[in-house]
């Protein structure tokens, strides 16, 4: 197994982090222990992983030669169906310890904020923005995370100009971060009485939220407004300026919240906000770091890229960076969209795994 010093040294790791999680300095200081425990965790999986094999492993070889020493045929004969079983679940653990020794991106544990605009294609585009919307709320409620909508601007003739919220809960980034990029959809709007098939798309950028030990902001560089909500989709319409627009003068940025009844809570979200975009910056020069080191078919981040076709026609979507098509384009409206992010992580995974054993 040409990974097996690697995972010699992973298992020695392992027991390194067996004694230092029994020392009562580092249980005495919370910060260390929690890092300690989160990488001894991960590396449980892997040494339990690597024990199996290696007793897989031995027993096959003890297979092999008794089918090579015996002189009775029956035990041949069990020797060589046990040899090959042996080998299937071999190849089964190596499979998934390849898997494992692929470096985690630390951002991937992240909540993520979503941002969904309209790009081309008017009303109909304003549209499909709200029903990406709707899609990605469906997937999170799905795997359990918390949906905060944190701005939005409405279309007069449904959906939205653009809408952004925050999704909060387990590997959120690690999941989300492949939605990046522009949707492209092909349908006949209700509005064509020709029965015209139209083309437009909206962009989705998903960004890794940045807590306050990421980004340091000096309140001096800071412009407050607050203004009164709109209020989405049949919400409440305020009657005070409780909505608030923040800019950072340095870099330029503006964020706007308006969710909360409460100016202060809108506050505090346009904070979050305006960190995540400020760490973008330094997360987009690693992102792109790594995609010119990598030449990655998989992408993620580049909102200029064409990643999907919605194609309601024929009730398809294709998405362009591994060339997949599916045929449940009505489920995967409705958040089904689980299967298809799997095979881009799985995707990216083979790739990263060839920088490790290589």
Request: charged fraction near 35%; aromatic fraction near 6%; charge should be negative.
């Amino acid at each position: 197994m040409d990974i097996e010093k690697k995972l010699e040294q992973l298992r020695s790791r392992y027991q390194e982090l067996n004694v230092a999680l029994s020392d009562p300095a580092v249980f005495g200081d919370s910060k260390k222990y929690a890092e300690l425990s989160r990488e001894h965790s991960e590396l449980k999986d892997m040494t339990d992983l690597y024990e199996e094999w290696k007793g897989v492993r031995d027993e096959l070889e003890g297979a092999r030669e008794l089918v090579q020493s015996s002189g009775d045929p029956d035990m041949v004969e069990m020797a060589r169906e046990e040899a090959s079983d042996l080998e299937k679940r071999m190849e089964e653990l190596e499979k998934s310890l390849k898997m494992k020794l692929v470096p985690k991106d630390p951002e991937d544990s992240r909540n993520a904020i979503v941002e969904i605009r309209a790009g081309t294609g008017g009303d109909e585009a304003s549209i499909f923005v709200g029903d990406l919307y709707d899609m990605y709320r469906r997937y999170a409620d799905s795997n359990k995370w918390k949906v905060e909508v944190m701005d939005w601007s409405e279309s007069p003739k449904g959906g939205f100009k653009e809408i952004s919220m925050m999704l909060s809960g387990n590997e959120v980034f690690g999941k989300m971060k492949w939605e990046s990029g522009v949707h492209r959809v092909q349908r006949v709007p209700e509005t064509e009485s020709q029965g015209r098939v139209h083309t437009s798309a909206a962009t989705v950028a998903v960004l890794p939220e940045a807590e306050e030990v990421d980004i340091q902001i000096n309140p001096a560089d800071l412009e407050f407004e607050a203004y009164r909500a709109q209020g989405a989709g049949g919400q409440h319409v305020n009657t005070t300026d409780s909505a608030v627009r923040i800019k950072h003068v340095p870099s330029g940025v503006v964020v706007t919240c308006q969710e909360e009844r409460s100016q202060h809570k809108n506050r505090d979200k346009a904070m979050v906000m305006l960190r995540t975009k400020l760490y973008e910056t330094e997360y987009e020069e690693k992102r792109k770091a790594r995609a010119e080191q990598r030449k990655s078919q998989v992408s993620t981040g580049d909102r200029s890229a064409k990643i999907r076709t919605y194609n309601f026609p024929q009730g398809r979507m294709t998405d362009h960076r591994i060339g997949l098509t599916v045929y449940n384009l009505d489920e995967f409206m409705k958040g089904d969209i689980d299967d298809v992010i799997t095979a881009l992580q799985v995707q990216d995974n083979l790739e990263r795994l060839n920088e490790v054993v290589n």
